[in-house]
């Protein structure tokens, strides 16, 4: 038995291969793959009493044509040695079986074998056996005349070299189809992976900015606890011990904030300064404006409604950076495009909305659209809407945010 175990073992694999790539052709196509083998082995075993060496020509023919999907050259080979059965023992009905059975065999030579020189070298090796055979078969001297030779030559074109030739476009074409498709799912899962990293650096960034933020404000709070402490030793004794416990906890708490979101700070990010009371407001935002005029953009600002000055500092600081992206943007994508920018401030949100005409520039810069992805996180995050696309009427790029007042 442990002889017969390793063909066994072989004979299952291809069986299991074969059946897996016929499963992906659907049903009728899984039919007509599986009818000429099924219908060779049939006719083989009804002829192995009367005759034998058909039904051996005829099982392995089916046999070749069931491995011509994991094993195609030797496919091949095992179908051309039987393409030269009838000179040994001739057969109309093996002569009739062994046309189809080339012309499959070829195809899938040419279509299962990625490497051109092997298919090509295969594809000859057959069809001159096969014409060698049929010049023996008829009898053809070196007398013959080129009617003769043509006559011989045509069979074997049509039956191996015409149907791997079709196998070979079709092989490349679906090849091509596969390469296509996999470069496109790498595409889209590098734009997903893009589209998270901004994200998470918009995170970051805003991580960078509440450690600025909420470390001077505990920075403060420590401090005038501290005072409070050295005050109460002498003044009042009975709240001291609170007043000191007031001032550990705050610096606790100091260094666990600088612990947790100190390590998210990008290099990159705003830091605070003295210009943090004005972030985000008509001020600020007018300052940018007047930056990117001096760069050279046709550039308005029409500001409706109240200024930002009391507003969240949060909601301050997603203006700036959306404003600041935006004309960031313009310039890169549009540069000298007419732009008009508008703040519309309400009583529950605001919004903002920047147009520019399309005008691409001479050579287009490199866009990997991470900056909005990160705009749309900071908009999400603070609990607005941002979009961004063409305007399908005037062919204008339109961003627009809309920012609640309250975080």
Known sequence: MARWARPAEVVTAEAMATWRYQARQGSLLLA???CPPVTAIV?????????????????AAAVALLCRFTRPIASLLVGTGIATAPLIW???????????????LAYAVGRQVPDTRRAVAALALSAAVQSAADFVDRGVGSKAGPADVGLILAPTVLLVVLPGAIGMLQGERARAMDALQERNALLERANLLGESQARMQERA????????LLGHRLSLIVLYAGALEMRTRTTAPEINEQADLVRTTSRTALDELRTVLGILHLDGAER????????????DVGNLVTEAQHAGLPLTLSWSGDDLTHADAGIRRAVNRIVRESLTNVHKHAPGAPTRLTVTVGAEKLTIHVRNAARPPAVPPPSSGLGLAGLRERA???GGD????????TGDHVVTAELPLRH
């Open 90 to 104: 001739p057969s109309t009905s093996l002569s009739a079986f062994l046309w189809p059975i080339t012309v499959m």
């Open 380 to 382: 999400h995050l603070a």
């Open 272 to 283: 605070t300064d003295g210009t943090e009371r004005v972030v985000g407001t008509r001020e």
């Open 205 to 212: 960034r805003i991580a960078g900015e509440m450690h600025d």
């Open 43 to 59: 006719i083989g075993v009804i002829n192995v009493p009367g005759q034998p060496a058909m039904a051996i020509c005829l099982l």
């Open 386 to 393: 941002f979009t961004a696309g063409t305007d399908p009427l």
């Open 32 to 34: 007509w793959w599986l």
